[in-house]
């Protein structure tokens, strides 16, 4: 029935848009379909960036009417307020560690795998398993315990509980990011699949080694997934907030080590009641990862290559 | 090893450099799932042995800790946190899988004006982080006096809030071929039926995927429900977790992590049952953007 009638359509499609009424009842329709998607924009979406943007210039804290005072919330974090910086610089510090670190050991695993003939669905499953767990409390208070006075790495290094010195806290929580490397290895390990092996042969051909095929056919053919994995990464760890929650007992401690800016927002909006600091500091957050992903976007065009850009 | 390597040899000389690669993956394999059979394992032991022994096996199986914390938190039983949890991640499935598979159709194949800067608006909203919506949300939920129900942890499922999965479901739809619903249309099928009755049915993969990540993300999701939910009635088991946080006495270890697995349990299983959509989901969302 449909494979008689598939030849009429084409047709029947060029003419349609000639006739006025089918073609705005489509267009009504397509409003209905999108009707949650545009309510749920606007009033969860546009609008409260609207309004977090109008609170960062006021006092606010939920009971009294906001409190118009220009700039201050601004001047005060920039200038009066160290533990912002505190925490600015802790996040910046998770980033720099816990990204590069966990998309090179994806990298490294992922290509472990994408030659292996036997074992390679179950070694998939198995590394990708901690990224859907790792977000939980549970395991949040698993690293807490491990990373404890007394826990295993206290055991294995006898150097204390990690959590409880300054220096070295932050890189617990970091190593909890790294141990769920599982989701941009599996994103790897597709990208590296989708390579042709006539680049490979031809490589080989010429004369190319391991080292060479890798730095010549490889990096160049994952270089777009590689700038997907960076920006996503990069994005999601400016938001990091369970880990360094459970680990410090939402406090950002020992001595603010931990005040990662997701938590140190939660504690001025929503502990302190400074709705209007706490909205100044979403709004330098938003505009810091736009930056940032501006950034990557930028330098991408030097080291990202496009397969089907360069057959133009 | 050795013995497997010995077998192949009589038909192929070894590859050491695979038995290697297979060697590594191995330890990486221990040292990844360490954390998690230590969990199994505390949950199972008696007080003073926590943090007392690096022995990961416990002397005795002390199932007593399951006991406790089946008993709950702040006297709400472990049922009730269960219930609560799975009611709002229930929600947030069926408001995810329902709106975004709207919002997605509509993208995907229907013309409108303006189809090219939303749709550009929907893929940046991916990007966005939540802390920039979060205040004035809680202060519309707030003075909807909807401020420690659930209704702010679903509603917004409702209204295709979460942009990826209205992409990850794009994606699919654009894959499918025009063919049928352009059958579809000939037989007299409008915008509608062809939705329900043709690509409905077919994005079906696409669908469960959003359902399982949707399920996972919400389960695990401690942020919303910390700032949303007082009420220990209304907890869910992350956030009578979370009592724990503070807790610093070592003798609540055992119930505390019994409390874990139970916590980690349902994500475990649907990680089991689906491993291969929820591993495909992601390598696809990765490579087709």
């Not at chain 1, 950034?295 to 397969?307: D, E, I, N, Q």
Request: proline share 6%.
């Amino acid at each position: 029935m449909t494979t008689t009638q598939t030849p009429a359509a084409p047709p029947a499609r060029a003419a349609a848009p000639t006739k006025g009424r089918p073609k705005r009842q489509r267009e009504g329709a397509a409003w209905v379909f999108l009707s949650p998607w545009v309510l749920g924009a606007t009033v969860l979406t546009l609008l409260p960036m609207v309004v977090s943007l109008y609170l960062s210039f006021t006092d606010y804290d939920l009971f009294n009417p906001p409190h118009w005072v220009g700039l201050r919330n601004y001047v005060q974090m920039f200038t009066e307020d160290p533990r912002y910086w505190r925490s600015v610089m802790t996040t910046l510090t998770y980033v720099v560690i816990a990204v590069p670190l966990q998309l090179a050991l994806a990298l490294v695993v992922a290509l472990a795998l994408k030659n292996m003939r036997h074992g390679k669905g179950f070694y998939r499953s198995a590394f990708y398993a901690p990224s859907l767990l790792g977000a939980s409390m549970s395991i949040a208070l698993v690293w807490r315990a491990l990373f404890n006075d007394g826990g295993t790495v206290d055991h294995l290094f006898g150097n204390g509980g990690w959590i409880n010195r300054p220096g070295w806290s932050l890189l617990a929580v970091a190593l909890l990011t790294v141990w769920q490397f599982g989701a941009p290895m599996v994103i790897f390990l597709a990208g590296l699949q989708q390579i042709p092996a006539e680049l490979y042969e031809a490589a080989a051909v010429d004369g190319a080694g391991k080292w060479r095929q890798f730095v010549s056919v490889t990096v160049p053919m994952l270089s777009p997934v590689l700038f997907f994995n960076l920006v996503l990464q990069t994005i999601q760890a400016f938001q990091v907030f369970t880990p360094a929650f459970a680990v410090s007992a939402g406090k950002g401690g020992p001595a603010d080590s931990t005040l990662v800016y997701t938590l140190y927002l939660y504690d001025r909006g929503f502990v302190a009641s400074h709705m209007g600091y706490a909205s100044a500091m979403a709004w330098v957050l938003l505009l810091v990862i736009g930056a940032v992903t501006a950034v990557l976007f930028r330098t991408s065009r030097s080291w990202v290559f496009y397969a089907s850009e360069g057959d133009r | 090893m050795t013995t497997t390597a010995s077998t192949a040899v009589s038909r192929k000389p070894i590859r050491w450099g695979r038995v290697a690669v297979h060697l590594g993956c191995l330890a990486a394999l221990l040292v990844m799932l360490y954390p998690l059979a230590w969990l199994l394992a505390t949950s199972l032991k008696p007080a003073n042995e926590v943090i007392a022994s690096l022995d990961l096996l416990p002397s005795h199986l002390e199932w007593s800790n399951y006991k406790t914390a089946f008993e709950g938190v702040n006297d709400v039983s472990i049922w009730r946190l269960l219930g609560n949890s799975l009611l709002i991640a229930g929600g947030a499935v069926l408001g995810n899988v329902i709106s975004c598979s709207l919002a997605a159709y509509a993208f995907a194949r229907l013309r409108f004006r303006m189809r090219g800067p939303l749709f550009a608006f929907m893929i940046a909203t991916i990007m966005l982080p939540h802390h920039a919506v979060l205040i004035p949300q809680y202060i519309i939920f707030n003075k909807l006096g909807l401020v420690n129900t659930y209704w702010p942890l679903i509603l917004p499922k409702f209204l295709a809030t979460e942009a990826f999965f209205v992409f990850l479901i794009v994606q699919f739809m654009r894959g499918l071929p025009r063919e049928l619903e352009e059958a579809a249309r000939i037989d007299g099928c409008g915008p509608f039926r062809s939705f329900f009755k043709v690509i409905l049915p077919l994005t079906r993969p696409a669908l469960i995927t959003t359902a399982i990540f949707t399920f996972i993300w919400t389960w695990n999701d401690f942020f919303t429900q910390l700032i949303y939910l007082f009420d220990p009635d209304k907890f869910t088991l992350t956030l009578a977790l979370r009592s724990f946080v503070d807790a610093s006495s070592q003798s609540a270890f055992g119930p505390m992590f019994a409390m874990s697995v139970i916590a980690l349990l349902p994500i475990v299983l649907f990680f089991l049952a689906f491993q291969r959509f929820l591993v495909e989901g992601m390598a696809s969302s990765g490579l087709k953007g």
